[in-house]
């Protein structure tokens, strides 16, 4: 485990039930590093950083995040969840609460906050994502974009050192998408460690340092994006990316 | 004009149609003249006994002279201020409900579950400060409304845990939450009440006596609270999943996350059959006069075979019945206002 890295994933297998998802997976992300994973349906990206946060229990393998091993105990698991943020592609915020109670319901009764100091900060990244405005307003109020950039500023609220983002814009109208991009591009500017799953390929090759292409279940290649997009080595993301070109 | 044509399209649209208005027409208006006449306009108000009723009027006299025992039963007369006191505590202890900022609602609700059956010990039993009064004595309408509220105090948060723990993924517990739940659905609360006043008694050791409305209370919990269970079940079962994984993800446990995020949501969906159900439990505390308590139902033979108001009976079910009939709908107002209250959502905007 080298000094810097905050996730280190060895041998990580998963099975539902006779479907053997991840096959012996390795995976190291280092502070401030911004890694975007690709792949067709089915590889098994989202189950990856699903098992991260342990929305997924893993079989075989271990995954040490910020020196906590994941295991089945419930503190250590929530441990690791409070330094973890996570985006949902169908964002997931909590209908019969506001906006400004959804980015203080954590705060306050996880992190045992005063209901001011957490006020203040959820005005702050609701500055940050640009929906301030709509802070009193019901998540149904929200346009699919601005829900997404409320769920981001969600998980910000309880300052993570690892934000997880699982498809964020696959559910967004087409012109809703950059206005999450941005969010995520400045929010990679301030050096937060990023795990995206995603296929916007144009915000791999602006903020990603590493882009990683799954396929059944394994990791089957890892390179900087620059190489990733002009060069790749397998067959198989040869042909994903080519198939990606085809569309856009 | 429209709406003559329009009685005319619907009412009167072919021979056979127009008769059957005409009679329907006829016979509501028969029936309607009848009841007015039978309850105001020959009906008596006032009189001493069964003597000052007429053939063709209701005797309201006798719900005017017996009031005092539809009310409260059999409690001694110069005692009854003893239960509007217990009333004014118990509607006093919901204030809080209504403070803002308290940041832990379960806990007055926790508290209601000790403080009310409290109130109603000291003040209605004598709890050894009053002058103690049998619960042989308690009856009408404050029996009614003391087996519907704490039946309903109880069921409810037993209901939550069973609901909770049928969707447990340990196999125990949900194995004894299914169990629970089918057992008392699967038998009639008439037998759950005649278990809990001939049978457990007899069970009980020796020296060891628990009062009749407690064994009620305790039976009439355990099959609402099954009940419950289920409705509130079919309102986890549309809560989605991400629900559950955003709460996760930002570092939620079991506990806080049921209470504030995924509770709050089922009741919003449940909160109309949650007033259905609380209705009928309600109309179900009647059955206990079949084990020889005088709820508000269960009164009015006694009191229809005084000597002096004989043959009484109709004009005390119909009293019975409007009383059920006005608790029943303003409990069915209430869910609906709550539940428009739930559902809109407040203008958009800044409210500050």
């Not at chain 1, 900060?121 to 974009?145: D, M």
């Not at chain 2, 005319?8 to 005409?22: C, E, G, M, V």
């Not at chain 2, 628990?210 to 986890?236: C, H, N, P, W």
Request: charged fraction near 20%; glycine fraction near 8%.
């Amino acid at each position: 485990m080298s000094e810097n890295s905050i996730i280190t994933i060895n041998g990580l297998n998963k099975w539902y039930g006779d479907f053997h998802v991840l096959k012996d997976v390795d995976l190291r992300v280092e502070a401030g590093e911004k890694i975007v994973v690709c792949g067709p349906s089915g590889s098994g990206k989202s189950t990856l950083i699903r098992c991260i946060n342990h929305l997924e229990k893993h079989q075989k393998g271990s995954i040490n995040v910020l020196g906590n091993e994941l295991n089945d105990d419930i503190k250590n698991i929530s441990a690791i969840r409070e330094e973890v943020g996570m985006c949902f592609q169908s964002f997931n915020l909590f209908p019969h609460l506001s906006i400004l109670d959804n980015l203080t319901l954590a705060p306050i009764w996880v992190r045992k906050m005063s209901k001011k100091d957490a006020e203040k900060i959820a005005w702050k990244y609701l500055k940050r994502v640009n929906i301030a405005e709509h802070a009193h307003k019901f998540p149904a109020q929200l346009s699919g974009g601005q829900q997404q950039r409320a769920a981001i500023a969600r998980s910000l609220c309880m300052q993570p050192k690892i934000m997880l983002f699982d498809e964020p814009t696959s559910a967004l109208d087409p012109e809703m998408v950059n206005e999450v991009l941005d969010v995520m591009v400045s929010l990679a500017e301030e050096g937060m460690t990023m795990i995206v799953v995603t296929h916007e390929m144009g915000f791999a090759r602006r903020v990603a340092d590493h882009v990683i292409f799954m396929d059944e279940g394994k990791i089957v290649e890892r390179q900087v994006p620059d190489k990733f997009f002009k060069n790749p080595e397998n067959e198989r993301t040869i042909e994903f990316l080519k198939q990606i070109h085809a569309i856009s | 004009m429209t709406l003559i044509k329009k009685i005319k399209k619907d009412y009167f649209n072919s021979p056979l149609n127009s008769i059957l208005t005409l009679l329907v027409i006829f016979l509501l208006t028969k029936v309607g003249i009848w009841f007015v006449n039978w309850a105001f306009i020959n009906a008596v108000w006032v009189g001493d006994s069964a003597a000052v009723a007429t053939k063709n009027g209701a005797t309201w006299a006798f719900i005017v002279n017996k009031i005092r025992f539809f009310m409260f039963g059999f409690f001694p007369k110069d005692q009854i201020w003893r239960i509007i006191v217990a009333i004014v505590l118990i509607a006093m202890s919901m204030i809080p409900y209504f403070i803002k900022g308290i940041k832990y609602k379960i806990f007055i609700f926790a508290g209601h579950m000790l403080l009310w059956p409290l109130i109603i010990f000291i003040m209605l039993s004598g709890g050894g400060i009053f002058e103690k009064v049998s619960t042989n004595d308690w009856g009408g309408l404050t029996l009614t409304i003391i087996l519907s509220l704490l039946g309903l105090l109880y069921s409810f948060p037993i209901g939550v845990v069973l609901a909770l723990s049928r969707r447990s993924e340990l196999p125990v517990i949900r194995g004894l939450s299914i169990a629970y739940i089918e057992f008392f659905r699967g038998i009639p609360l008439i037998t759950i009440l005649f278990m809990s006043s001939v049978v457990v008694p007899f069970f009980l050791p020796e020296g060891v006596a628990i009062d009749k409305i407690v064994r009620v209370v305790i039976g009439m919990t355990f099959f609402q609270s099954a009940y419950l269970a289920e409705v509130i079940r079919g309102g986890l079962q549309a809560i989605p999943k991400g629900q559950y994984e955003a709460a996760e993800s930002l570092g939620f446990r079991f506990g806080l996350q049921s209470y504030l995020i995924i509770l709050p949501q089922v009741f919003k969906i449940t909160v109309s059959n949650i007033g259905g159900i609380s209705i009928s439990f309600i109309k179900d505390t009647t059955l206990v006069l079949i084990i020889g308590m005088f709820d508000l139902l269960g009164i009015v033979n006694p009191l229809a075979s005084d000597s002096n108001w004989l043959g009484m009976e109709p004009e005390g079910l119909i009293f019975a019945g409007i009383v059920y009939w006005l608790i029943c709908y303003s409990i069915s107002r209430i869910t609906d206002k709550a539940e428009d209250k739930l559902n809109t959502l407040p203008e958009s905007g800044d409210k500050k």
